[in-house]
């Protein structure tokens, strides 16, 4: 596994290293990078379903952020979908 290694390093060391191999900064810089995909954030059983909300409010969230210009000011952001 080329990237298992990574999950020793902490975020700053990985966008690091992610400088270092050349990849976009648009690519290490986005969030969650490295952090949890759609399954961890959605607590119980995961569906299609959720897993669409989530992606939504997910892109909604993140736009926002953008649009306050705190993006790049925000260590790591990212939406979870709560059972409530």
């Known amino acids: 596994n080329l990237a298992e290694p990574l999950r020793e390093l902490f975020k700053d060391?990985?966008?690091?290293?992610?400088?270092?191999?050349?990849?976009?900064e648009s690519f290490i810089g986005r969030h969650p990078f490295p952090g949890p995909g759609l399954a961890i954030r959605i607590p119980g059983e995961i569906t299609r379903e959720k897993a669409d909300t989530l992606r939504k409010a997910d892109a909604i969230y993140i736009d926002e952020i953008r649009k306050a210009g705190l993006y790049d000011e925000i260590w790591q952001a990212f939406s979870v979908l709560l059972p409530v």
């Open 13 to 24: 060391e990985v966008r690091a290293l992610g400088r270092e191999l050349g990849l976009p």
